[in-house]
């Protein structure tokens, strides 16, 4: 008996302790992806991820979609990579079936970085890759070098006449790129693990996704001034200044580009405009409807409870220092028309109110009312009025003050009021402009193109960025370096062969469902479900 309970015993601890061996080394595949995408550095704004399995590359064979992002040449280099390297036969078995993070960093140049990330399966060693120049019509020249610390690899690929620079990172994990300065940055970068720089998807969306994208909203200024040479664009402004961070999983169709996931806020950061737009219940959005066919890019803005967007918008104002300065506004004009703009303002405000920017550089706000009649008789009292429904406010700063950040551009604005809908510019021209718009229907929802990317999109929404590639030229001319600009006017695949892109956000539980599209022109793609 005695036998009996030793050999129980041993059995029982020999059990126990392979299953905490087992379970210490086992690694969940969202504990994977979260190890390897630490040894990125957080100058990444974007990372793109997907599987290297042949299925991938199978859907995406002659899709246009990476090509017009990418572009032609970045994506033909990544392409001789793939072949010449992940699918060489001492690399093949190592690295097939296993994610790869493709990182969009800012360089020194003006230009973009591309940095790949990936890991290789057990029982690697990293001196294969030395091996690689010895077989037979490898087209490639490998030499050893030391970044950081760490073993790196400089591989010279004849078919592309440019060096490839690896870095071997903990755990078999590996990073690599063209540019030198991004490979040294990645050797040098001190992991932490305790810090992350994106939030993942969840296991089972993560699983179950085709592709993922992660975004990392502060890094999209950096982003930005690579490409525009006018650092104060306005596009994508209100985003860019969003503390938060995004993961997306790509859904699947051969003419546009979707994604939809969380946006999640970094509560330990200065709150920006957007985040009044989290404590919000979704809104159908009509505003757009009325858009101007000339629509360059638009943002929309909806809230269920207009009375407590103005009480945030009014404790934004206090924590971004600007209370003093709104209350003397308001104030004197307490004190000289007698009217409590603030207060009889957000009793009327509508549901949605959006800012435009035009084709021809035009800047039109467009504000739902409640009453149309019942504004305008507010407004008439603090204006100088060229009509009977439009003039010109005295005061400025006041859209700034009433309805946030977005409308700061519009300092002292000319007015006019269409049904119930409040229009504001910088200029009584553009108000005749946007009056001829509206009495001659001349919308973008007109557009059957315009319809079918709407389509697309989610119904309701508390932020919505739309860009029209085609409209938004002359500003982006005006804006852009201008070798970043000739990419819309060569022969190559690229941006230019895109329709539009529209990037919504959905409160949901103080954060915001994300869905982000990107759509290419009907006349270059057949299109399929």
């Known amino acids: 008996m005695k036998r009996q309970i030793i050999i129980t015993i041993i059995l029982l ?90 990182s969009f960093h800012t360089s020194k140049t003006n230009d973009i970085d591309l940095l790949l ?25 490998v030499t050893p070098l030391k970044s950081g610390g760490k073993q790196g690899y400089n591989i010279y690929v004849n078919a592309l006449k440019k060096r490839f620079y690896i870095i071997s990172n903990l755990d078999n994990v590996f990073s690599g790129s063209f540019s030198k300065e991004l490979a040294d940055e990645s050797a040098n970068y001190k992991i932490s693990k305790e810090k992350q720089a994106f939030v993942l998807l ?27 040479a006018n650092n104060s664009t306005d596009i994508f402004k209100s985003f860019r200044l969003l503390p938060a961070l995004a993961a997306l999983s790509l859904n699947y169709r051969s003419d546009a580009l979707m994604f939809n996931g969380s946006t999640t806020i970094q509560t330990n950061q200065a709150v920006s405009y957007l985040n009044l737009f989290s404590y919000q219940q979704p809104v159908i959005n009509h505003l757009k409807d009325i ?15 207009p009375l407590k967007f103005g009480a945030d918008l009014a404790q934004w104002h206090v924590k971004a220092g600007l209370k003093a300065e709104k209350d003397a506004l308001f104030d004197k004009i307490k004190a000289e ?19 435009i920017t035009t084709r021809y550089f035009e800047k039109f706000a467009i504000i739902s009312v409640k009453d149309g009649s019942k504004l305008n008789s507010l407004l008439s009292g603090i204006s100088v009025m060229s009509s009977e429904n439009s003039g010109r406010l005295n005061y400025s700063k006041l859209p700034y003050f009433l309805l946030g950040d977005a409308f700061s551009v519009l300092k002292q604005p000319y007015f006019m009021i269409i049904d119930n809908y409040l229009i504001l510019a910088n200029s009584m021209g553009e108000l005749k402009s946007y009056s001829d718009i509206y009495i001659n229907r001349k919308f973008l929802s007109k557009n059957d193109q315009y319809n079918q990317f709407d389509n697309l999109l989610a119904g309701r929404s508390n932020v919505a960025f739309f860009f029209h590639f085609k409209n938004s030229q002359p500003v982006l001319k005006r804006d852009f370096y201008p070798g970043i600009y000739d990419t819309f006017e060569g022969n190559e695949t690229g941006w230019k062969n895109f329709y539009a892109a529209s990037f919504q956000f959905t409160a949901a539980d103080k954060n915001f469902y994300t869905n982000f599209c990107m759509r290419l022109n009907t006349d270059t793609t057949t299109i399929k479900n």
């Open 337 to 355: 028309t007698g009217t409590g703009i603030k207060k009889e303002f957000t009793n009327l405000l509508g549901n949605e109110f959006a800012l």
């Open 202 to 228: 969840s296991e089972q969306q993560n699983e179950n996704s085709l592709a993922s994208v992660y975004i990392n909203y502060s890094q999209l200024s950096p982003l930005f001034n690579q490409l525009f």
């Open 291 to 305: 858009f101007p066919s000339t629509t360059a890019y638009s943002i929309n803005f909806s809230v269920s409870d």
């Open 13 to 102: 601890i020999a059990t126990a302790f392979v299953t905490v061996v087992y379970f210490k080394n086992l690694s969940t595949p969202g504990m994977r992806t979260s190890n390897i995408m630490r040894t990125i550095p957080p100058t990444a704004s974007l990372i793109f991820e997907f599987n290297n399995d042949k299925s991938f590359y199978d859907i995406f064979n002659n899709n246009k979609l990476f090509t017009a992002i990418i572009g032609e040449q970045k994506l033909n280099e990544l392409d001789v990579l793939r072949k010449q390297l992940l699918l060489s036969p001492l690399l093949e078995k190592y690295f097939t079936g296993q994610n790869i993070f493709l």
């Open 117 to 141: 990330t990936m890991s290789s399966s057990s029982g690697f060693e990293p001196d294969v890759f030395e091996q690689l120049s010895k077989q037979p019509g490898s087209g490639l020249l």
